[in-house]
């Protein structure tokens, strides 16, 4: 007798409307007390491997960045769709549904911290955030750990406080 294989469960009621997109954004926004200190151990611990200071994020900046980006509706519903996949994934052992997870998040991630080369930094910082954040296990879907971890990447990525972002980049061609 063979064993099942995993499955992996979503809700049935994936559709993303205006108020499931809404209902998403009001998460994120709450979700302060989890994600903005993972934004600031992020940053202090990378500020300490790249041997540089980096400002702390506020709560205050952390919901006005997510009003941000949830008021460009294009980008809203797919951030929206990400983060519901992400709240909503489980699969039984979680292994199995690894890859996937890992994919959402990092994608998330790269869309939150915005264009290149945000982008790509957002994503890699996805992988080194994700490696700290862990679920509880028994309380929260397989897929949990990785949104806190895409949301604390792509926001500490996109917001002010590096060095390297205040100024303006030697490369630029001015044509004027």
Known sequence: MSTPKPVAVVRPDMRLT????????????????????LIN??????????????????????REEVDR???????????ATMIA??????????????VVDEMLGR????????TQPLRLLGE???????????????RETAGADDLDAALAAGFQTRLPGWDWQETESPFAIDRA
């Open 18 to 37: 205006p108020e499931r997109v809404a209902d998403e954004y009001e998460w994120v926004r709450d979700r302060t007390d989890v994600v903005v200190p």
């Open 41 to 62: 151990d992020v940053r202090a611990d990378l500020g300490d491997l790249f041997d540089t200071e980096v400002a702390p994020v506020s709560e205050e900046a952390y």
């Open 69 to 79: 980006l949830f008021a460009d509706g294009d980008r809203a519903v797919n951030l």
């Open 85 to 98: 996949l992400l709240r909503e994934l489980d699969v039984k052992g979680d292994y199995p549904g690894f």
């Open 107 to 114: 994608e998330l991630a790269g869309t939150i911290a915005g």
């Open 124 to 138: 890699a910082t996805f992988h080194y955030a994700d490696v700290s954040v862990h679920a509880e296990e028994g």
